[in-house]
Antibody
């Protein structure tokens, strides 16, 4: 059974940084692309970023390009999202999901950007 | 970027009703479309992929179809557990984009 467990969320001031992690199990992590999706409180879903299985291809939404960096450690079955220059409108629950077509999802981690 | 226009944004229906939700892409996306169901406080769950393929374990009352720019999700006979919010996702090209969501409520 695919399991994805996000961590690293919390309260951060505007302009600050945060690093999210997603621990994966139940599948061959190194052979699947991975993605991050976020959902602001009471709003819809927004695809944030995706990375190829080998890590050589990374893609971003325009709203986070240049501020967020996706990466992965295939030896540790872990996906990361480094978030810099955070803004209040980055406040959301952040989910990780496997495959480009978001087959399975974690339970999410809440990021709150506020002073 | 490809825009996904989902309609309706909200609807009310009764148990046993047949309902259809549509998504329109701003340009052709072949069959690179998925449908998700989300209940309050929970992560989304994938229902349909490749526009029309039912995810394993999803009841057969759910079906999807379409290709190119027009897609639909149909629930043939609504059950109480189906009242939720539904989203489409295009994954034809980066950046991937979701529809705005359809909140399905009990009439």
């Amino acid at each position: 059974e695919v399991q994805l467990l996000e961590s690293g969320g919390g309260l951060v001031q505007p302009g600050g940084s945060l690093r999210l992690s997603c621990a994966a199990s139940g599948f061959t992590f190194s052979s699947q692309a991975m993605s991050w999706v976020r959902q602001p409180p009471g709003k819809g879903l927004e695809w944030v970023s995706g990375i190829s299985d080998g890590g050589d291809g990374a893609y971003y939404a325009d709203t986070v390009k240049g501020r967020f960096t996706i990466s992965r450690d295939n030896s540790k079955n872990t996906l990361f999202l480094q978030m810099n220059s955070l803004r209040p409108d980055d406040t959301a629950v952040y989910y990780c999901a496997n495959r480009w077509w978001l087959e399975a999802w974690g339970q999410g981690t809440l990021v709150t950007v506020s002073s | 970027d490809i825009q996904m226009t989902q309609s309706p944004s909200a609807m009310s229906a009764s148990v046993g009703d047949r309902v259809t939700i549509t998504c329109r892409a701003s340009q052709g996306i072949s069959n690179n479309l998925a449908w998700f169901q989300q209940k309050p406080g929970k992560a989304p769950k994938r229902l349909i992929y490749a526009a029309a393929t039912l995810q394993s374990g999803v009841p057969s009352r759910f079906s999807g179809g379409g290709s190119g720019t027009e897609f639909f999700l149909t629930i043939s006979s609504l059950q109480p557990e189906d009242f939720a919010t539904y989203y489409c996702l295009q994954h034809n090209g980066s950046p991937y984009t979701f529809g705005q969501g359809t909140k399905l409520e009990i009439k």
